[in-house]
């Protein structure tokens, strides 16, 4: 599974960084380096709505407070 | 002519407690051009010294630089300083280094500690004769420069350094040359280099320096080109233009701006490579596209390196983050601030539609106004800058 993450202008500024870094550690403590892949990506085109997430083609909005949500809710029950 | 080209950057501290300095660099031309750099140490401190400083330094670069004999130069200071009602004298010291033609150095030198030479990376004892002019015993050395000489002139106080503090004598010359051999990079710039000693200098003064303090630096360099790109053309049509312009150039490729870099990676037909680690949490991460050779978002980046920019036309503060850091706004500033020479800035008109939300964070439309600001910045710093748009 891939899970990317707008690295671009807007998203950076409302929290990219503190969503990979939350993203990053929840990968770690639930032990999924092997399934789960993490990248960067430069805007996605929809910066109202950042930030841009897309996961298996399906985008979300996130922000880091609703970071571990998105995890619990979309990510774990897809592997 | 030949494709060297002379660098130059210089640093001073004041003396405690004083807001004006007593020494005083003057630089004409440089780059491609005859050089002609002054420094100069008023007697004293303060508004004296400053006054001293200023008029020799003036005196000197204009004079010597406009092919007068040295005699003439001495003796129009002589009759111009103002005597000081205190010591009843009138008193600068000076260094005189010139480059002509790109391939002689002259350097004449009064009562200042001897210029440093390093050439590839070694002290260079030049040769030095000695002439006396209206009384001054003048040291004058001409040789042939080499590509990666550095020149490293300073006034006493950098010498003192330390004196009667952390040390029993000061610095001295000789522990001077020797910490710049130690420290020596060949891609260091002249700035940087005299902002490594200078803080040293302040290190050593424990912040409180006894003495006016000057180190100026010339370094004979190789031309270098950087070319970078940020924002997309404003018409469509124009990006394979634009493109083939951009890729034709030689020198480094830098690419800022997600939009930009996707225009690039269409051209180039390759992937677009992110990474995810942040360097520095203010600046997003830069990315890979094989062919370029630096990805970075636009705009917080480039307003990060004209942060960088402006402190190190002033006081160069932040160079030490920059110098070391990995960050996209750091690598630019490398690249742009150390090895170039020449820089093209590419510059894209396009509005990108996702950022026209008065919702977002920051306006967008700075960006202009950044690369502009910037390139007067590099201006500064002695480089050729040429801006197109598109």
């Given at each position: 599974m891939k899970i990317t993450i707008c690295i671009g202008s807007s998203c950076h500024l409302k929290g990219?960084?503190?969503?990979?870094?939350?993203?990053?550690r929840l990968v770690k403590e639930n032990q999924l380096e092997d399934k789960v892949e993490l990248a960067g990506q430069f805007c996605m085109g929809n910066c109202q709505n950042g930030v841009c997430v897309t996961l298996d083609g399906d985008t979300f909005s996130l922000t880091p407070e609703t970071t571990r949500a998105f995890f619990e809710k979309d990510v774990l029950p897809r592997l | 002519?030949?494709?060297?080209?002379?660098?130059?950057?210089?640093?001073?501290?004041?003396?405690?407690?004083?807001?004006?300095?007593?020494?005083?660099?003057?630089?004409?031309?440089?780059?491609?051009?005859?050089?002609?750099l002054?420094?100069?140490?008023?007697?004293?401190?303060?508004?004296?010294?400053?006054?001293?400083?200023?008029?020799?330094?003036?005196?000197?670069?204009?004079?010597?630089?406009?092919?007068?004999?040295?005699?003439?130069?001495?003796?129009?200071?002589?009759?111009?300083?103002?005597?000081?009602?205190?010591?009843?004298?009138?008193y600068s010291t000076f260094t005189i280094l010139q480059i002509k033609n790109n391939e002689t150095a002259h350097i004449i030198q009064?009562?200042?500690?001897?210029?440093?030479?390093?050439r590839k990376g070694e002290v260079f004892n030049y040769p030095r004769t000695t002439r006396v002019i209206a009384g001054k015993t003048i040291w004058e050395s001409v040789f042939p420069i080499e590509v990666d000489d550095l020149f490293i002139a300073m006034s006493d106080g950098a010498e003192w350094a330390g004196v009667g503090m952390t040390m029993n004598f000061g610095w001295t010359r000789d522990s001077i040359a020797d910490y710049v051999m130690a420290n020596y990079l060949p891609e260091n710039?002249?700035?940087?280099?005299?902002?490594?000693?200078?803080?040293?200098?302040?290190?050593?003064?424990?912040?409180?320096?006894?003495?006016?303090?000057t180190i100026a630096v010339a370094r004979v360099r190789n031309r270098?080109?950087?070319?970078?790109?940020?924002?997309?053309?404003?018409?469509?049509?124009?990006?394979?233009?634009?493109?083939?312009?951009?890729?034709?150039?030689?020198g480094t490729k830098i690419v800022c701006g997600g939009t930009t870099s996707n225009v690039v990676s269409r051209y180039l037909h390759q992937p677009i490579i992110a990474e995810l680690s942040y360097p520095d949490p203010e600046v997003p991460p830069i990315s890979r596209i094989k062919g370029v050779d630096l990805t970075t978002e636009g705009?917080?980046?480039?307003?990060?390196?004209?942060?960088?920019?402006?402190?190190?036309?002033?006081?160069?503060?932040?160079?030490?983050?920059?110098?070391?850091?990995?960050?996209?706004?750091?690598?630019?500033?490398?690249e742009l601030f150390e090895n170039a020479t020449d820089v093209n800035f590419y510059v894209g008109r396009a509005i990108n539609p996702a950022?026209?939300?008065?919702?977002?964070?920051?306006?967008?439309?700075?960006?202009q106004q950044i690369v502009t600001n910037l390139a007067e910045c590099l201006e500064k710093m002695g480089k050729h800058i040429r801006l197109s748009y598109f």
């Open positions: 990219s960084r503190q969503i990979v870094e939350e993203l990053q | 002519m030949n494709d060297l080209w002379i660098e130059t950057g210089w640093l001073s501290l004041n003396h405690v407690g004083e807001t004006l300095c007593g020494d005083k660099v003057e630089v004409f031309g440089g780059g491609d051009e005859d050089l002609t002054v420094l100069a140490d008023g007697l004293g401190s303060g508004v004296k010294a400053n006054i001293l400083s200023t008029l020799t330094s003036k005196i000197l670069c204009t004079m010597i630089s406009g092919g007068i004999p040295l005699e003439d130069c001495v003796a129009t200071i002589a009759s111009t300083l103002p005597v000081c009602s205190v010591r009843q004298v009138a009064f009562d200042n500690p001897a210029t440093i030479v390093l710039s002249a700035k940087s280099t005299a902002s490594l000693v200078i803080d040293e200098c302040d290190r050593l003064y424990g912040g409180r320096p006894g003495d006016d303090t270098h080109t950087v070319n970078l790109i940020v924002g997309p053309p404003e018409n469509r049509e124009d990006d394979e233009k634009v493109m083939n312009l951009f890729f034709g150039k030689n705009v917080i980046t480039l307003a990060k390196v004209l942060k960088y920019a402006e402190d190190f036309n002033d006081q160069a503060k932040l160079a030490h983050i920059w110098i070391t850091q990995k960050d996209g706004a750091s690598l630019i500033a490398r950022h026209q939300n008065p919702n977002l964070p920051i306006n967008f439309a700075i960006k």
